[in-house]
């Protein structure tokens, strides 16, 4: 036989058969294009250009891990479907005389043609996608539109060899079967129901050991620069353990609720149950996924959307004054201590002609980087690096003058030569005696909640009587440290003036730092709206996936259940009974990744909120709204599609 | 006293834009009494499923009526259908129609738990059925690991076990081997010795042969009736095969 009538036969079998084939290709196309922009996103010179690339870069690496995972199981699960439906026909041809050699010849014309046009398409829209996407978010980041046309080449080839690796796979499968089954049996193959999935109790108890392990890490988590470290592990602990749950515990869950004769044989619960045992089993892997989309969808919204709003008290933080200066690079004590208050007023006081000079106000401390401990902190040494281990004992000793603290605050504060005045930020420290590489102190009062620097390192203040001494000590400690001063001042003017004179300001002094909180807060704003608006992107392509993914699994399963539906019906099951047994149904195995997704984001919140920390983001309200809000916008969505999509399942089975 | 009375049932079919007008079934007249065991017989087109359809309140005549033990069944409204379908009659199809995700037990367990059943009752309706019908050991297994011959007989016991009026069978024999047929058709005279009434849609002269009378259909009326009386299977079927060649002739 000629190679042209395989095509033929196996454009035929496509084309008779396009409405299981065409959601086939589409989502095939679809998987392809969104890989691709995960991958282009993470590579484009315009994106990596931009401020705030790298969390960029971490939420794109995550979301390449998911689409890869999906898709093979995606694939999988859809192609094992279509294989029950195309072997009828293939048992048909090989009945009718082709041997099974040229049968395989027909199926591999078929995967070559939904695969390569799977691929086409999807690479089509990807790069149509990638560079729109690049275009807007560059657009509302104020920087220069790049109309250039950068094709990442290495995705593209990575990307074709991993989705024609699976095809290929999907082909051996369903070749193998062609070969090794009798065409009999594959014509009743279509027909043939599932056999009844067996419990797999190692499968269970891994997916809950597996999540149980990443909720600890996550909510045990102190530090935000140990989150770090551990967002990536505990990230693929939730994906694995999720598949393995929903694949195992769910059937695992059903076949306890059938040991419960009393539950089971009730008329509300009697299809419903049995039916998700093979549901569960065989849609398990989608389910899973649903709950990973929407769980990243949430917490890319939420976190996106909490340092956007949460901007002000950030920048509040972080700037203490309108006006902030900074000392840069002083490294000599001596230079240090003879630093004067009004050093710069003669330049701050002609730049902004409205200031007096008691309104600058002059802070100078001392910081030693070191190593937690229960009696206090030893110092790290200037040749120490830091061990892994020790990341979460990592903090920063910051030390004031007595003389200066009593000066800034207006105290009348007296200290011995042992003794300090405690201040707790971030780090606190409850003894009576601190100890610092061996110098004992004695904490003579405390200050807590004192709010200075970043969130992101552990921090406390000590004021001390003889910051020389201590100064000398540090030094045979040969400890790393590092010298501050800085000057500020309220202006109250708006941030054009601001900004200006700051400008001015800078013109005239020139080895210091000067910022105004006008244009940094400008600056941040344009940083955080670009990870917003790409927070949404996301989640808009992810929402798609996931309206797809349930839509496919509404439609494919109705064609299959109709039968059953019918036979319920003739038996006596009326509409209504019907309409209750496929609600109840589907409310549960639709909701269930839903609720899974919810239990992720609550106890990923911990974790992520110590992420934002490092981002700058501290004030935990914003952030508990923008998660809630988003979770009730996701669920609004969810039901929604639920709605739409469980009409089309009850016409296709009462059809 | 007859259990089941036909009148003048009449259906037709108008295609969508109401050009074409098929009568499959003209005005077919007959009764069932109770206890008995009915075949009825026609080739393809006969409209004999159209009837049993009716019968089985899966369809609606477009006139006429009928009558389950007094009750016209035309009357019963489209959702109460399945209740009284559930109630009333047990039907056996010609594929089984058992559900995949169902173990034999629970499939025959389905009609019951639509009613509302406690599971003890069930049990104990189900094993004298099952005993008799010979699928005990197979209560567990599901209807892919068992032959088709079970197949029907799990179906014929789901039929069964809500205790019907009347046992409504379309072509039960048609997917079986001669084997399967032989022990389906003992089933049925078996059960129709204690009393259960049965009314059978077939084109298999064998299967026809088993019936207490035979009624044949042809182009949409009752065209004749055949009798057993005492005579026996081969008799029987010669006289169904005699019936069947002076029908295909277009005798009148």
């Not at chain 1, 995606?74 to 192609?79: A, G, K, P, R, V």
């Not at chain 1, 593209?156 to 070969?179: C, D, E, H």
């Not at chain 2, 078996?190 to 009393?195: D, S, Y």
Request: with cysteine; hydrophobic share 45%; proline share 2%.
């Amino acid at each position: 036989m000629s190679a042209g009538l395989f095509t033929r036969l196996a454009a035929d079998g496509i084309k008779k058969n396009k409405k299981l084939y065409i959601p086939y290709i589409i989502s095939l196309a679809g998987m392809v294009a969104i890989s691709y922009v995960l991958y282009y996103l993470t590579e484009a010179p315009a994106i990596t250009r931009m401020r705030g690339a790298s969390a960029l870069w971490m939420v794109m690496s995550l979301g390449k891990v998911v689409m890869v995972v999906f898709s093979c199981l995606f694939l999988l699960y859809t192609n094992s479907f279509l294989a029950k439906r195309r072997n009828f026909e293939f048992a048909l041809y090989n009945i009718l005389g082709m041997n099974k050699r040229n049968v395989v010849r027909i199926l591999l014309g078929e995967t070559v043609m939904v695969g390569s046009m799977g691929l086409i398409i999807g690479f089509a829209a990807g790069i149509l996608l990638s560079k729109l996407f690049e275009l807007i978010l560059v657009k509302m980041c104020n920087y220069p539109a790049d109309y250039s046309f950068y094709l990442s080449v290495k995705s593209i080839i990575m990307l074709v060899v991993f989705y024609v690796a699976i095809m290929l796979i999907l082909f051996i499968f369903s070749a193998g079967k062609i070969i090794i089954n009798k065409p009999i049996e594959l014509l009743r193959s279509t027909n043939a129901g599932e056999k009844e999935p067996k419990t797999n109790i190692l499968f269970a108890l891994g997916g809950i050991g597996l999540l149980g392990g990443a909720y600890y890490m996550a909510v045990t988590i102190e530090d935000p620069l140990s989150s770090l470290n551990i967002f990536f592990t505990a990230v693929l602990m939730v994906i694995v353990g999720t598949y393995l749950l929903f694949q195992a515990g769910s059937v695992f869950i059903c076949k306890l609720l059938k040991k419960n004769k009393k539950y089971y044989y009730d008329p509300r619960h009697f299809v419903p149950v049995s039916g998700m045992i093979y549901r569960m089993k065989r849609n398990g892997a989608g389910l899973a996924t649903i709950c990973i989309l929407a769980t990243m969808v949430m917490v890319m919204l939420g976190s996106t959307g909490s340092l956007f709003f949460g901007l002000n008290s950030s920048i509040d933080k972080m700037y203490p004054y309108d006006i902030n200066i900074n000392s840069v690079g002083i490294s000599n004590y001596e230079e240090w201590k003879s630093l004067s208050p009004d050093m710069l007023n003669k330049d701050i006081l002609e730049v902004f002609d409205y200031i007096k000079p008691e309104d600058v106000h002059f802070e100078r401390y001392e910081n030693f980087v070191a190593l937690k401990n229960e009696n206090g902190a030893d110092f790290m040494k200037e040749d120490q690096n830091i061990l892994p281990g020790d990341v979460a004992n990592y903090m920063m000793v910051e030390v004031q003058s007595l003389a200066d603290y009593n000066k800034n605050t207006g105290s009348n504060l007296s200290l011995e030569d042992d003794e300090v005045f405690f201040l707790s930020a971030t780090s606190n420290f409850k003894k009576d005696v601190l100890i610092l590489s061996g110098l004992e102190y004695k904490v003579k009062g405390k200050e807590e909640g004192f709010n200075f620097g970043t969130d992101v390192v552990n921090s406390y203040r000590i004021v001390v009587k003889d910051i020389d001494k201590l100064d000398r000590y540090a030094a045979s400690e040969n400890a790393q440290k590092h010298l501050y001063a800085t000057w500020g001042f309220d202006t109250r003017k708006d941030q054009d003036d601001d900004i200006s004179r700051a400008h001015a300001l800078e013109e005239r002094i020139h080895d210091v730092y000067i910022r105004s909180k006008a244009e940094e807060r400008l600056e941040t704003t344009d940083m955080y709206a670009s990870l917003l608006l790409l927070g949404i992107f996301l989640s808009i392509v992810f929402m798609g996936a996931c309206a797809f993914i349930i839509y496919f699994k509404q439609l494919t399963e109705g064609y299959e259940d109709a039968g059953a539906y019918k036979t319920m019906r003739s038996v006596g099951m009326t509409k209504k009974e019907i309409k209750k047994g496929i609600n109840s149904q589907t409310l549960i195995t639709f909701f269930s990744p839903l609720f899974m997704a919810a239990v992720h984001l609550a106890f990923s919140a911990p974790l992520v909120h110590k992420l934002l920390i490092i981002l700058g983001l501290s004030d935990i309200l914003v952030f508990t709204l923008s998660y809630i809000i988003c979770f009730a916008a996701f669920a609004v969505f969810y039901l929604f599609v639920y709605k739409k999509t469980v009409k089309a399942y009850v016409e296709i089975v009462s059809a | 006293m007859n259990i089941l009375k036909v009148d003048d049932l009449k259906k037709t079919y108008v295609s969508r834009l109401g050009t074409n007008r098929v009568d499959a079934l003209k005005g077919v007249f007959f009764s069932v009494e109770e206890g008995e065991y009915v075949a009825i017989m026609g080739e393809s087109g006969s409209g004999k499923t159209t009837l049993l359809n009716i019968l089985a309140a899966l369809d609606k005549p477009t006139g006429g009526s009928v009558f389950l033990r007094g009750k016209n069944v035309v009357d019963i409204k489209e959702s109460d259908m399945a209740v009284f379908r559930r109630d009333n009659l047990g039907y056996v199809f010609q594929d089984f129609n058992l559900i995949d995700s169902f173990s034999i037990r629970d499939n025959i367990f389905l009609p019951l738990v639509l009613r509302g059943e406690k599971h003890k009752e069930m049990e104990a309706k189900l094993a004298p059925i099952a005993k008799q019908l010979g699928i005990s050991e197979l209560l567990d297994k599901y209807p892919y690991e068992v032959s088709g011959g079970q197949k029907q007989r799990a179906a014929v016991a789901r039929a069964l076990i809500t205790d019907p009026q009347l046992l409504l069978a379309d072509e039960p024999t048609g997917a079986l081997d001669s084997k399967s047929t032989d022990e389906l058709l003992d089933v049925f005279e078996t059960i129709n010795k204690t009393g259960q009434t049965i009314l059978m849609v077939t084109h298999s002269t064998k299967a026809a042969s088993h019936a207490k009378r035979v009624l044949f259909i042809k182009d949409g009326v009752v065209f004749h009736e055949l009798y057993r009386g005492e005579k026996n299977f081969e008799e029987m079927y010669k006289a169904i095969s005699d019936t069947l060649t002076l029908l295909s002739q277009g005798g009148k």
